[in-house]
């Protein structure tokens, strides 16, 4: 099966949706801990330490959301079989994944000085976004191609 150059894009995003929805499934694995060091809201945080559900159950929530990225992005490419919505479900996610790069960017410049894991984060999610434009136009583009 030969890609074009923006289903790669795509593939590579759904690829890093996946992982980071594996992170943050470990997380619940890994304890108080692993959320601090993900930077986890501190409500998840408390919420780790004193074993209550909105930990695991936030973070099933935020994972099955990433997880369902890389459904929409593998779809879109023909990896797994065409879903309802893809195109408009790229669009979303490309627009909140573009916003989570960008969020971010004030917080580069705070007195407390730089967090490097927020840049970082920042970065990839902000790569992720601009994949998802890219699968986004293509898909776009085939589907007025096929009417």
């Known amino acids: 099966m030969k890609f074009s150059f923006k289903s790669k894009l795509l593939i590579s995003a759904g690829f890093i949706a996946a ?84 969020i971010a960017i004030p917080t580069f410049t705070n007195p407390t000085g730089l967090d490097l894991w927020q840049v970082i984060a920042s970065t990839v999610w902000f790569y992720v976004g601009i994949c998802f434009i890219a699968g986004s136009i293509e898909q776009y583009r085939l589907g007025k191609s096929a009417t």
């Open 19 to 102: 992982t980071s929805a594996i992170w943050h499934l470990l997380c619940i694995w890994g304890g108080p801990s692993w959320f601090t060091f993900a930077r986890a809201p501190q409500q998840i945080i408390d919420s780790s330490q004193q074993g209550t559900l909105l930990a695991p159950i936030g973070t099933v929530v935020v994972a099955g959301l990433m997880l369902s990225c890389t459904v929409f992005a593998f779809s879109a490419v023909g990896l797994i079989r065409k879903i309802p919505l893809v195109t408009p479900a790229l669009m979303t996610i490309a627009f909140l994944c573009t916003l989570r790069g960008l």
